[in-house]
């Protein structure tokens, strides 16, 4: 496979496997709260978790901004003989019809994504018109973490994958923290058979809030705020606070 043809959304789908999809320590909780009710996976990717669950028994709508990767969780869901509905929509504004879930999980730092308190409280305020009553809003957030830069301190490991003979490799280059947010430099580097490489940045803005202040906007718009759960850290993953939410 030769890299640099690869369209814009395949290598959507890779990196974000890539990057996510090795991701399973928050599965046992989710597990949990979601059992055999009607879910909506928020930020569900190519389905990591909400492949686990529908194969659990839970009936799981997975909604993303980008219709490429749920395109991919709509052929591995046929794959495994599971049926997801899908929703290409933005959390912030999302309409899921008529449909009310008994959980609403925001696994993996999704809400972080969302750019600033405004947001979510939007988010916080269409997901509440989406749960049935006494429904649970889960919402993971990465506890501290640790700014580094290559210059000064040994980076993590890079993540890689290879697919048809070709190495991805996506190197975590700098953590640094601004007043609002945190920023996660990555380096996406391929090496093909015959030696050929392509290497692009990215760079993720993570808003810096904590469980207990999504805990506090919940409450300020109307949840009943729940006791916080844990998502325990890894090798290669920071640990996770979640703020639940009863409507
Ligand atoms: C860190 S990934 C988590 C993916 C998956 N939930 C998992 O745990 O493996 C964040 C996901 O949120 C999606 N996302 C980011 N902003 C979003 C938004 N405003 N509305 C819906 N999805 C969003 C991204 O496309 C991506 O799939």
Same mark, same amino acid.
């Given at each position: ?6 369209? !814009? $959304? ?13 991701? $399973? ?5 989710? &597990? ?7 879910? #909506? ?11 686990? #669950? ?19 969780? @709509? *052929?591995?869901?046929?794959?495994? %003989? ?10 912030? +504004?999302? $309409? ?5 879930? %008994? ?6 730092? @999704? #809400? ?7 947001? =979510?409280?939007? /988010?916080?305020?269409?997901? &509440? ?15 501290? #973490? !640790?700014? /580094? ?14 697919? %048809?003979?070709?190495? /991805?490799? +996506? &190197?975590?280059?700098?953590?640094? !923290? ?7 430099? &990555?380096?996406?580097? @391929? ?11 990215? *760079?993720?803005?993570?808003? =810096? *809030? ?5 805990? =506090? ?22 640990? +996770? ?7």
């Amino acid at each position: 496979m030769d890299a640099s043809t690869l369209t !814009e $959304d395949r290598k959507l789908v890779i990196w974000h496997d890539i990057e996510c999809g090795g991701y $399973d320590v928050d599965l046992p909780l989710w &597990r949990e709260l979601a059992g055999t009710g009607e879910v #909506l996976d928020v930020g569900a990717g190519t389905g990591r978790v909400a492949l686990h #669950l529908a194969a659990r028994g839970a009936r799981v709508t997975a909604l993303d901004l980008h219709a490429p990767l749920l395109d991919e969780l @709509t *052929v591995r869901a046929r794959e495994l %003989d599971l049926r997801i509905p899908t929703l290409a929509a933005d959390a912030r +504004s999302f $309409d899921a019809g008529d449909a009310r879930f %008994d959980t609403i999980l925001v696994p993996m730092q @999704t #809400l972080q994504l969302l750019g600033g308190a405004e947001n =979510r409280a939007a /988010f916080l305020r269409t997901a &509440r018109a989406h749960l049935k009553p006494g429904g649970l809003l889960a919402a993971a957030l990465a506890d501290a #973490l !640790e700014a /580094f830069d290559a210059e000064h301190t040994e980076p993590p490991l890079p993540d890689t994958r290879e697919i %048809d003979g070709t190495l /991805f490799c +996506s &190197r975590p280059m700098a953590v640094r !923290e601004h007043e609002h947010t945190v920023s996660i430099e &990555r380096l996406r580097e @391929t090496i093909a058979r015959d030696g050929r490489r392509t290497a692009e940045g990215d *760079v993720l803005h993570l808003d =810096r *809030v904590t469980a207990a202040e999504v805990t =506090r906007e919940g409450a300020g718009l109307g949840y009943v705020a729940l006791p916080q759960r844990s998502i325990p850290a890894t090798d290669e993953y920071v640990g +996770s606070s979640v703020a639940v939410l009863r409507a």
